[in-house]
């Protein structure tokens, strides 16, 4: 068959771009005598305020520079005697009462960049402000401690930076079983039969055509799992929700997936923030909440591990267009059966010792997350992936 007839005529061939090339297997197995710990990543995509999600209802310095967009105490949820969570947050509340939830503040990282792209790239790839890294942190775990292509999946129709490796890559999808429908056309099966090894090293194209063959056997072991599958419980109507729902059947179908990764945006909330931000909170939690239910259901939850993160927070002080402005140190939520640390964390930062721009300075920076989450949740070591020696936190 002529190779050119093959990218031109195949649906596979373009869609396989969003799936990873494994070329290189992986070298090192995971420990199966650990169990198997799985983590769910949720980014708030936009820069959800941080502020106005965990509220300090006590704070003068707060009402006075948000005279339009704070939030009343009589509309808040208490969770401390300084501090409650916005009132879209009543689902996030049960899982706090049930110690299920750890809320961690004033994360960031030093010389913080305030642009949607750096900052969403130094978040994914763990670098420092200063430092452009082409692998992500995910990737490069896969990179030191992956076994299988499908040991990282993202929902979504291309694959963000922080699943991408040096040698392995994670796997984008929305849809498993299209991806099965996609993964069987004829002329991959041909490609199969046509090309060995020794072939395929003759041809420049026997990159792509090995990653293709490499993706199919993917897409086939998912397909199988996943149909074994049928969630009961009844999530939100929401996109979101149904990121979320696409994991748990995933999960309690038994996929050995360790990293799932799903996104909401909109949080870019520049003018009219009230409604907007309300509307999405909504949406985040109550997806949420539906997924650990789904969890418990099937005994999961308690080796599955959620992390919440936005690429920044906002900035203190409200705009004209009453919202607000791109700001650096937000808080980050961590939720599962078996935390260490249950509840707030750490207290908010003085909004009386701003940085320069008007941001809360960050305390904790979000590598040492990471490395928690590497060394006590997945049991690697951490350094092959960060590169570096980061603090670890206490909350699990």
């Known amino acids: 068959m002529e190779r050119r007839k093959f990218l031109k005529q195949s649906a596979l061939a373009s869609s396989l771009f969003f799936v990873p ?13 650990l169990g198997y710990k799985r983590l769910v990543i949720v980014q708030l995509s936009g820069g959800n305020d941080g502020l106005n999600t965990v509220i300090p209802f006590r704070n003068d310095i707060y009402y006075k520079s948000r005279p339009n967009i704070s939030i009343s105490k009589s509309k808040t949820i208490k969770l401390t005697d300084d501090l409650a969570f916005h009132s879209s947050l009543l689902p996030l509340k049960r899982l706090y009462d049930k110690g299920y939830l750890s809320i961690i503040n004033n994360v960031g990282y030093p010389n913080p960049n305030r642009s949607h792209f750096r900052a969403t790239d130094i978040w994914q790839t763990a670098s420092a402000s200063s430092q452009y890294l082409q692998s992500g942190w995910i990737g490069r775990y896969l990179d030191a401690y992956g076994n299988h292509p499908y040991n990282a999946i993202e929902i979504d129709e291309s694959m963000s930076l922080a699943l991408k490796g040096e040698r392995a890559t994670g796997i984008a999808l929305t849809n498993p079983e299209m991806l099965y429908k996609i993964s069987q056309d004829p002329y991959l099966n041909n490609i199969q039969k046509y090309y060995n090894d020794e072939h395929l090293s003759e041809h420049n194209l026997g990159y792509l055509y090995k990653s293709m063959i490499t993706a199919k056997s993917s897409a086939t072991y998912i397909h199988n799992t996943n149909k074994t599958w049928d969630s009961k419980t009844e999530y939100p109507k929401t996109p979101f929700a149904n990121q979320l729902k696409t994991i748990g059947r995933f999960i309690n179908s038994g996929l050995q997936t360790r990293v799932f990764y799903a996104s909401l945006g909109g949080f870019d909330t520049h003018v ?30 308690k080796d599955t591990l959620i992390l919440t993160f936005s690429e920044f927070g906002r900035r203190v002080k409200e705009n004209s267009g009453k919202g607000t402005d791109h700001g650096s140190a937000n ?66």
Do not use: C, M
């Open 21 to 33: 090339s494994f070329v290189k297997a992986f070298e090192t197995n995971l420990d199966s005598e």
């Open 272 to 301: 009219n923030q009230l409604n907007s931000q309300k509307r999405l909170l909504d949406v985040y939690a109550e997806g949420v909440e539906a997924f650990v239910k789904d969890l418990k259901k099937q005994n999961t939850f």
């Open 331 to 396: 808080n980050v939520f961590i939720i599962g059966e078996n935390l260490k640390k249950q509840g707030v964390y750490n207290n908010l930062a003085a909004l009386t010792d701003l940085d320069d721009n008007g941001d809360i300075k960050f305390e904790i920076d979000f590598r040492s997350i990471y490395a928690t989450v590497l060394s006590k949740w997945l049991h690697v070591n951490e350094k092959p992936v960060l590169n570096k020696e980061f603090e670890p936190l206490h909350f699990i």
